[in-house]
């Protein structure tokens, strides 16, 4: 699992400047509707990879005690929770859609999965 993480680096980094040519060189406004889709991917992916690699970074230094595997799982899991939340919240400010309500439940949501994904299944 090791092995990939020079790829997880240079897909964040292709992301990166894809979210910046998008936002550089198209206007919101007359934008189609797959562009905007495609920015909340690579925000998703830009995230996940970044904070995926820090987490895995970090706890293989501060905390040896399990194999490499098992971090490399943990940490990308956890990012992928807080990139889908981010990703959701850019989705809704691309619509126009941001409230107080609606930020709750897109947490609450995300929250459930996450506790679902970590106690509800039987291994």
């Keep these: 699992m090791s092995r990939f993480l020079p790829f997880v680096f240079l897909a964040s980094v292709a992301s990166l400047f894809g979210i910046f040519w998008i936002v550089a060189a198209v206007d919101p406004d007359t934008a189609p509707w797959y562009l905007l889709a495609f920015i ?18 970090a706890r293989i230094r501060l905390y ?21 939340f981010i990703s959701l919240v850019a989705a809704l400010a691309i619509l126009r859609l941001v409230s107080l309500l609606n930020l709750i439940l897109a947490g609450l949501a995300v929250s459930l999965f996450a506790i679902w994904s970590y106690l509800g299944k039987k291994n």
């Excluded at 991917?41 to 987490?55: P, R």
């Excluded at 040896?64 to 889908?84: E, I, L, Q």
């Design 40 to 57: 909340v991917i690579l925000i998703f992916a830009a995230i996940f990879g970044f904070l995926g690699l820090i987490l895995y970074f």
């Design 64 to 84: 040896k005690r399990y194999s490499v595997n098992w971090y490399v799982k943990t940490s990308f899991k956890m990012a992928f929770f807080v990139a889908f």
